[in-house]
């Protein structure tokens, strides 16, 4: 019996540092998540964001775990010369620039058919989001963060990226819109 417990306890003590590396993992991805919508915003331009009419450049989420890495990763950043803060949300909500869209059982999911959304930069980790409702769909291949761009619809949402953006991201068509 007491070899058992031993047995268990150094696979415990073994075990626990794999999950404390895959906690500091998934932050990492946040923060890595967070300075690519940074970045998107960096080097867009158009309607969907007047640095006159804002005092911050706001990032929402309905992911805590991302917010908070993003309130850590984008500290003192700026885009158009005003700070970026990071916001979780629950539900549609006004003032978004850059909406980032986790959809996992945990987190709480945010209705795209919003009119809250409608000048708003929608990103997001789901498979095809860019192709059916987003902007721009992050995903992950071989260990690295990679990007796809729906720029019909970041057009229509009155938002222009760089060329030099979108060259680095797989472009996607849309399909033709119901309406």
Known sequence: MKNYIKIVLIIFIIALPLSESHARSSNRENAIKAGF????????SGEWFDPNASDVYRICSNDSDFVNSALTTLANQK???????ATYIDHPESGCHSLFIVEKSQHKPVSLDSGEFISTMIISESKNIAQWSGHINLFKTGGKIRFEIAPQRLERANIVMSSKVMRLGRVVDTPREPW
């Open 37 to 44: 919508i940074y970045n998107f915003a960096l080097y867009s």
């Open 79 to 85: 885009v158009k010369g005003k700070p970026v803060v």
